[in-house]
Nanobody, 115 residues
Framework: QVQLVESGGRLVQTGESLRLSCTYS????????MGWYRQAPGKQRELVAT???????NYADSVKGRFTIYRDNAKNTIYLQMNSLKPEDTAVYYC?????????WGQGTQVTVSS
């Protein structure tokens, strides 16, 4: 079993920056992929960024150059640094981990970007 707890979401203005954190605990595989997804009202959940156990990263086109995913293994935490935020980035942001073919999700954290 794996537990994921996101934090850091809040209301910000257009152009501001925000860092989300996801702390994980439980049985964690050496080979895993962790990621951030988001879901805006009335829309499907979409990929934002992922980071593999080898630290390879992948980003949605809409956030490339603005968002950075990184991790601190010593703190069992992954982060999403979000710069130059836009109103269209408004969503609930979810952290997940995929290991051994099983995916676990956090409860989400709300990010709202006002224009």
């Amino acid at each position: 079993q794996v537990q994921l707890v996101e934090s850091g979401g809040r209301l910000v203005q257009t152009g501001e920056s925000l860092r989300l954190s996801c702390t994980y605990s439980g049985t964690i595989a050496a080979s895993r992929t962790m990621g951030w997804y988001r879901q805006a009202p009335g829309k499907q959940r979409e990929l934002v960024a992922t980071i593999s156990s080898s630290a390879s990263t992948n980003y949605a086109d809409s956030v490339k150059g603005r968002f950075t995913i990184y991790r601190d293994n010593a703190k069992n935490t992954i982060y999403l640094q979000m710069n130059s935020l836009k109103p269209e980035d408004t969503a609930v942001y979810y952290c997940n981990i995929n290991q051994w073919g099983v995916t676990f999700w956090g409860q989400g954290t709300q990010v709202t970007v006002s224009s």
